[in-house]
């Protein structure tokens, strides 16, 4: 990735995470939080990573509402940052972070059965 994409990708999470805590008027959406933003070289799309709690069907429910809730978001925030053409949206879970958070359990078991 280039300082370009990284820097857009940036700055898309940041209006996003602001969009979802201060405007975004859909129920479906639980807590979810944005973990990271890619932008492809040629700026036509942007995965957006997120973390949702709650259950599965809950993190999918709001995974569900954000995909729907895309197009609003992408022309909202194409008025805020102003590039020629602003990348279309993709939302997936981040699922470094639930591993990272299975990871941390395994190890404090292990700790309290004193095998580590």
Not at 5 to 34: C, W, Y
Not at 44 to 51: G, P
Not at 57 to 82: D, P, T, W, Y
């Amino acid at each position: 990735m280039s300082v370009r994409t990284d820097r857009l990708g940036a700055l898309i999470q940041k209006e996003i995470s602001l969009l979802l805590h201060n405007g975004l008027k859909n129920p479906n959406v639980g807590f979810v939080s944005i973990s990271r933003v890619d932008v492809t070289a040629d700026l036509s799309h942007a995965t957006v990573k997120v973390s949702a709690m709650g259950s599965r069907q809950e993190q999918m429910k709001s995974l569900n509402a954000l995909q729907k809730s895309a197009g609003f978001m992408r022309s909202h925030l194409a008025k805020l940052i102003k590039i020629r053409k602003f990348p279309e949206l993709h939302f997936v879970f981040d699922e470094n972070l639930q591993h990272a958070a299975r990871i941390d359990e395994i190890l404090h078991e292990l700790k309290e059965k004193g095998e580590l």
